[in-house]
């Protein structure tokens, strides 16, 4: 298994390496830059100010000197965010998004997987109907209109929740963002789960089960759950990096301060070491989520074999 892993994260280094030049070179070639201005700046304080953070270099000179800086774990300061390094951005943002993310995929797992089951287990009642339609339901409505919904109806109109701020972490502050978040998530995964358990419990393995006598709770627990969970497992691993750093909106609607809003602050003032800092950020927590996906499958099914 250790060895596998440390395959895995090898094999990595190569995709990385490409996610790093291709977002590199796609941000210098996007017009505009990070000091242009409404009102010209002096030419001599431009070529100043691109000095100082070794813009007046050549494309390929920064290219050599920004993966220098990325293999010390460096990268770099923010062209926008005053006497603040990317790093310091990460960190402050992270542990915001990281606590929305967890928590929303914590919801989807719990109501997702369970509905899911009953609904396959009560194949074509009208729970299973309901679950699936409210499940499609939840997967068309995009998350930009479903925030303000819920900030209408339970901040205004309720007022038992605040619509905006993060409270240092406050749990009411966390309650509509997170929801927001396991909404789409819990639909998607109810969604799988269902179909996955449809197809396991027809399978010639739970036949076996319940001809030898098992109660129905024991093959569905022991027997078909992790057939039935392996869609959803793989499922879970690009979606956790997705929901923890691509909670852009949500961040920007209920005013979180997480990763997401300095990812498209940074995008629009052309701030290319934060943009580079969160993309770098991202692929890798993708790659490790996926990583775990691939270990946690050998652990469901038996016939995965990871060595």
């Not at 990595?12 to 210098?28: D, E, K, N, V, Y």
């Not at 542990?95 to 509905?115: D, E, K, Q």
């Not at 406050?170 to 978040?181: E, H």
């Not at 993708?286 to 946690?296: P, R």
């Amino acid at each position: 298994m250790f060895a596998y892993a440390v395959r895995r994260l090898g094999s990595a280094i190569p995709t990385l390496f490409i996610i790093i030049t291709i977002a590199f070179f796609m941000m210098r070639m996007a017009p505009g830059g990070p000091f242009d201005r409404e009102r010209q700046l002096p030419p001599e304080i431009e070529a100043n100010i691109l000095k100082a953070y070794n813009l007046d270099k050549p494309i390929h000179e920064q290219y050599i000197d920004y993966m220098k800086n990325i293999l010390q774990g460096d990268f770099g300061p923010s062209y926008k965010y005053l006497d603040f390094t990317v790093n310091d951005l990460i960190k402050a943002g992270f542990p915001v998004s990281l606590r929305l993310g967890m928590a929303a995929i914590f919801l989807a797992i719990v109501f997702g997987v369970t509905t899911g089951t009953i609904a396959a287990l009560n194949q074509n009642s009208t729970f299973d109907y309901c679950v699936m339609g409210m499940a499609m339901t939840g997967i068309v409505i995009p998350n930009f209109v479903m925030a303000p919904l819920l900030a209408l109806v339970f901040g205004v109109y309720l007022s038992w929740l605040p619509v905006a701020g993060w409270g240092g972490g406050a749990l009411q502050y966390s309650i509509l963002p997170v929801v927001t978040l396991a909404l789409p998530q819990i639909a998607y995964v109810a969604r799988l789960t269902r179909g996955s358990m449809v197809e396991t419990m027809h399978s010639n393995h739970i036949r076996t089960a319940r001809a030898k006598g098992l109660t129905e709770q024991i093959v569905v627990v022991r027997h078909a759950l992790k057939g039935g969970l392996l869609p959803v497992v793989s499922y879970l691993g690009p979606a956790t990096a997705a929901v923890i750093t691509g909670s852009v909106v949500i961040e920007s609607i209920f005013d979180v301060p997480g990763i997401g809003r300095y990812f498209v602050n940074g995008a629009l003032n052309r701030d290319y070491p934060v943009v580079m800092g969160v993309v770098i950020f991202y692929a890798v927590l993708i790659i490790c989520l996926n990583l775990i996906v691939d270990l946690i499958y050998g652990f469901l099914d038996p016939r995965v074999k990871v060595e």
